[in-house]
C-alpha cells in the first residue's frame, strides 16, 4: 500500500486484512514498554490545515508506538496564513527528509492532489479531506463494530449480515462517506437518516437506504447506531429550523436509547454535541463505544502506518 487516500479503493480483503493487522496494533498497548521498533528511522509528518485534537494525537501516538519521528504542523500561526500554498508547505516538510505524509485539509480531494501531484515522494494517508473522506475513522469505526460484535473471535471477519444506521449531518460528513463505502465493501447493510436538507443530492447512487424517520429506524432493530456531529462550521444556510427542532426529530434522547434494542451499539465519531445529536444517557452508557473508537483508533492508525511504510508492495490503495 503506497497511500490510503480512500475506503472506495478497498477491496474486502484488503479492508479485513488492514483490520487484522491492527488486532496486532492493539495488543502493543498491553506490554510493559507499548512500543515496536518496525519503523525506526522514518519520519511521519502531521500536516494538519483544519483543527483537531483526536486525529492528530491519534497519528502522533501511532507513530511514535511504532518508533517513528514526528513533525507535526498546524496551519495556525504558519506560513500558509501568509498565502503560502499545499505545493510549497508539503514540499517545504518533504525536504526535511520525511517518508509518509498524514494530511488534514479543507479541500475535498487534497490528498489525492498531493499523492498524484509528483510534489513529494512521501506516502500520503488522507485524515479528512473537505467533505469528501476521512479513511481511518472509516476503519476504526468498522474495527469497533466488529470487535463489540465477536470480541476476541473477532479476527478474519468481515461484517456480512450486520445492520449500521448513520444518523444526522450526511451531507456534509467525510466519515459517513467512508463509513457508507468501506462497510458496505464488508457486506454490512447501511442506512442513512436525517432530514431532507442534509442528504446529498447523489445519495442515489450509494449503496445505502436512505430516510428521515429516527424513530423507526430505531424500531428496526440495528446492529449499530452512529450519531453524526452536525457541522455547523460548514453550514452556509438554514439546513434545518433550529437546534431544538433537530435534537426533537434528529438526536438521540434519554427517551429514544430506551427504546434501543438490548444489543444495538452506539457510536459517534466526536467531538460530541451532547444534548443535541446525542443525550449523555446514550454517550456513557454500556453500550456506547465512543471510548473505544478513541483507542482502536490508535491501533488502526499504527496498522496503516506500517503497511504504508514496511508493507509497500507497489500497489496503491
Not at 127 to 139: I, R, S
Not at 241 to 262: D, I, K, Q, V
Request: no cysteine; proline share 3%.
Amino acid at each position: 500500500m503506497k497511500h490510503l487516500l480512500s475506503t472506495r479503493d478497498l477491496s474486502r480483503v484488503d479492508a479485513v486484512r488492514i483490520l487484522d493487522l491492527a488486532e496486532d496494533m492493539a495488543d502493543v498497548a498491553t506490554r510493559a514498554v507499548p512500543k515496536l521498533p518496525t519503523l525506526r528511522g522514518k519520519t511521519v509528518a502531521n500536516l494538519f490545515f483544519e483543527d483537531s485534537t483526536r486525529t492528530r494525537l491519534s497519528f502522533e501516538a501511532a507513530a511514535k508506538r511504532l518508533s517513528a519521528e514526528v513533525i507535526t504542523f498546524s496551519a495556525k500561526g504558519s506560513s500558509v496564513s501568509k498565502g503560502e500554498s499545499l505545493k510549497d508547505t508539503a514540499q517545504t516538510i518533504a525536504a526535511m527528509g520525511v517518508d509518509a505524509v498524514v494530511l488534514r485539509h479543507p479541500a475535498s480531494g487534497a490528498a489525492a492532489t498531493l499523492a498524484g501531484s509528483g510534489w513529494i515522494d512521501a506516502a500520503v494517508v488522507n485524515a479528512g479531506d473537505g467533505t469528501h473522506e476521512h479513511p481511518t475513522q472509516g476503519l476504526l469505526d468498522a474495527y469497533s463494530i466488529r470487535k463489540r460484535l465477536h470480541g476476541a473471535g473477532s479476527r478474519g471477519r468481515d461484517l456480512d449480515g450486520v445492520r449500521v444506521t448513520i444518523v444526522g449531518d450526511i451531507v456534509h460528513s467525510r466519515v459517513a462517506r467512508s463509513n457508507v463505502w468501506l462497510l458496505s465493501t464488508l457486506g454490512a447493510e447501511v442506512s442513512l437518516v436525517a432530514p431532507a436538507t442534509l442528504l446529498p443530492g447523489s445519495i442515489e447512487r450509494w449503496p445505502v437506504t436512505a430516510g428521515h424517520d429516527l424513530d423507526a429506524a430505531i424500531a428496526a432493530r440495528p446492529d449499530a447506531l452512529m450519531m453524526l456531529r452536525v457541522q455547523a462550521e460548514r453550514m452556509t444556510s438554514g439546513f434545518f429550523p433550529n437546534e431544538r427542532e433537530y435534537a426533537r426529530e434528529w438526536g438521540l434522547s434519554a427517551e429514544r436509547f430506551a427504546r434501543l434494542g438490548a444489543d444495538t451499539m452506539v457510536l459517534h465519531p466526536g467531538p460530541m454535541n451532547r444534548g443535541l445529536e446525542i443525550s449523555s444517557a446514550a454517550a456513557d452508557s454500556a453500550r456506547s463505544v465512543v471510548l473505544e473508537q478513541v483507542t482502536n483508533g490508535v491501533s488502526i492508525r499504527m496498522a496503516v502506518l506500517y503497511l504504508v511504510l514496511s508493507g509497500n508492495d507497489g500497489t496503491d490503495a
